[in-house]
Nanobody, 120 residues
């Protein structure tokens, strides 16, 4: 199983970006999917989660500006980021709880990270 994140880049303050994270491999099902971020010199921070049923939760720093969604058919999670601020600058990582065919257990998988830079 692999998670591939994409969509990062340089954006001006107030702008928008959409991140994607596609899971591939011998997947039976995916439970919760999450986005985290890590700014330079800081610990990794949870950003948002979406459950298998579509329920969403957000960190206080992004609530009202970011939206997490998923495409079940494509095993993909998205993060729509609006009204971006310089403090949103970080490497963004996706995470998924995946049930694979082999071994048949739920494991946590991470994407490789995609850099988002918010600067004028």
């Amino acid at each position: 199983v692999q998670l591939q994140a994409s969509g990062g880049g340089l954006v001006q303050p107030g702008g928008s970006l959409r991140l994607s994270c596609a899971a591939s491999g011998s997947i039976v099902s995916i439970n919760a999917m999450r986005w985290y971020r890590q700014a330079p010199g800081k610990q990794r921070e949870w950003v948002a989660s979406i459950s298998s049923g579509g329920g969403t939760m957000y960190g206080d720093s992004v609530k009202g500006r970011f939206t997490i969604s998923r495409d079940y058919a494509k095993n993909t999670v998205y993060l729509q980021m609006n009204s971006l601020k310089p403090e949103d600058t970080a490497v963004y990582y996706c995470n998924g709880e995946v049930l694979a065919t082999t071994p048949p257990v739920v494991k946590s998988y991470w994407g490789q990270g995609t850099l988002v830079t918010v600067s004028s």
